[in-house]
């Protein structure tokens, strides 16, 4: 069972984080209309966050293996019209439908594995889902990075349908628990001030680790004038905690698992305070390991723990609520960061040409980047304190679930 859910659901942190990697090839080939190439990767996380609650909701009603299977199916054919796309019309539309299988595909993913296992059980197929999850985050890029590099950027998508093969041809197999949710949606989960402290967790991880897995590289570049082969092996310290992290943190009770994680990001970002021009660059690898490990203890255990807070047949909405705030939360974030160090380095910058060269990473302006990002960092830690007092104030440090 476990081997046929994660097939599928490692095309998800694909889609999210690998696949920006070829958009300069896809403009080299399909044109470079800026909208339009974003909204490849856009798309995809766009039709994620909304389908989510969507998907729950429905799954709740169709079963929790229909609505993998039909997830599957529309990733295979979403993908394989992107690796054929003639134009990026096509291939916009077909990153559109994608997101609407993936959510599908996670969402049934999880309530699967809710329903399917208990106690000891669960938390183990729980942590290899958030295992899953970070491995296709962490070494995504690294993957299409080579799939570009033998087969152009049309491979990227074309094993994306090649993984979603046999996860829709053996998803027969699946167990198919009963749903009795028939008649009406329960959003009760939403006054379960437990289940909503988990969900910001999730929000936590999204402006402490997401925007630097996202942008870091940027501020390698532009502050210490690394190669992007050589900003990749430094991003190691900040990903390898993340393939180990969901097994560690099924050990720990969630009380001292999101404590741990909140306070390794806070300190992590402080820590990242170091980088600046002419630092020695090992300084970093202690704050990397925080942020890594921030970020991964909670993969897994939170989707678990949230979902058995809540009765069996809304688990499906409850995975819908917690995808649509996790993918959300990430494009907010993104995108926050983006434009912030944007506006911060064009105050500081002679004329705009020269900013954007500096906010893309060309080295030059090292001091002005690194300012910059020194005042990001202690924005992404004051964000990720007040969504901890959030979180002890939803009452996510109870022991127990409010019914």
Known sequence: ????????????????????????????????????????????????????????????????????RIGVGLLLVASATSALAPNLTVLDAARLVAGVGGAAVATGASSLLSNGFEGAERKRAFAVFGTVIGLGLAL?????????????WRGVFVAHALLAVPGLALSGLLPNPRTTNTRKTDFSLLRN??????????????????TLLTYLPVALSGVA????????????????????????????????????SLAALILGSLGMLLLQPGIWLGWLVIPML?????????????????????PAHSTGTASGVLNLVRIGSEAVAVGAYAVTITWLIGRSSPNSDIAHATAAGHPGQAAVYAEAFHWMMLGQAVVVAVVAVAIARLGTARSHALN
């Open 290 to 310: 925080l942020i890594g490990f921030g970020f991964g203890l909670p993969l897994g255990r939170i989707d678990a723990e949230a979902l058995a807070t809540v």
């Open 225 to 260: 004038d690394l190669s992007a082969g050589t900003a990749g092996l430094l991003m190691l310290p900040m990903t390898i905690p993340v393939l180990v992290g969901p097994v560690l943190g099924m050990r720990g009770s969630p009380r001292t698992v999101i404590a741990v």
């Open 140 to 152: 995504s890029p690294t993957i299409s990075g080579a799939l570009i590099a033998a087969f152009d």
């Open 193 to 210: 001030r437990y289940f909503l402290g988990l969900t910001l967790v999730t929000v936590a991880g999204a402006f402490g680790f997401v």
């Open 1 to 68: 069972m476990i081997p046929i859910i994660m097939l599928a659901v490692f095309v998800i942190p694909m889609g999210i984080s690998g696949t920006a990697i070829a958009l300069p090839r896809i403009a080299h080939e399909l044109g470079s209309d800026p909208t339009r190439l974003q909204w490849v990767v856009n798309g995809f996380n766009v039709t994620f966050a909304v389908f989510g609650l969507v998907w729950g909701v429905a799954s709740d009603r169709i079963g929790y293996r229909r609505t993998f």
